[in-house]
């Protein structure tokens, strides 16, 4: 069984993105029933469908599979919720781990996350300078709830 174990954090400085190349997402969701969620994904060139269960914490059940691009295209057109996500994508290695970090645009735009991937609930991670306030238990920076919820109708408030 695969399992997804990871902490979100706001980014408080972008210059960690000074000088790295991303890449550009587009996402959406298919409704589910319970909790979980039915992701589409195109990255660059690769599609993907990932299956995830509900939340529990920070850890859920998680599997993903590459798809034709063609076929990911059509999903995100004629079966998933708007508005889709879009956001740029950047990776950067700190203190043994790999974290991902989403520059979201449209609907989301000013919205900047970093997330890693831990192998337990347990696992202490070393917070990079640039990260801020740690969002992992909050729902509202779930990427299926901003679609229903957008950053730009929630982040003046």
Known sequence: ????????????????????????LRQGYIPTQDGGVV????????????????????TRRE????IPLQDAESILTTLCQRPLIEKTRYT?????????IDVFAGENEGL????V????????VEKPPWTGVEVSGDPRYYNANLVCHPYCKWRDS
Do not use: N
């Not at 174990?5 to 190349?21: F, N, P, Q, T």
């Open 1 to 24: 069984m695969a399992w997804e174990i990871e902490r979100k954090y706001l980014v408080a400085d972008r210059s960690c993105l000074d000088r790295l190349a991303g890449v550009a």
């Open 39 to 58: 992701r589409v994904r195109i990255e660059g060139e690769r599609a993907v469908l990932a299956l995830k269960g509900a939340t529990s914490g920070i």
């Open 63 to 66: 599997y993903e599979y590459e």
């Open 92 to 100: 950067l290695p700190w203190a043994g781990k790999v974290w991902t």
């Open 112 to 115: 900047v996350l970093a997330e």
């Open 117 to 124: 991937e831990l192998s337990s609930r347990e696992e202490v």
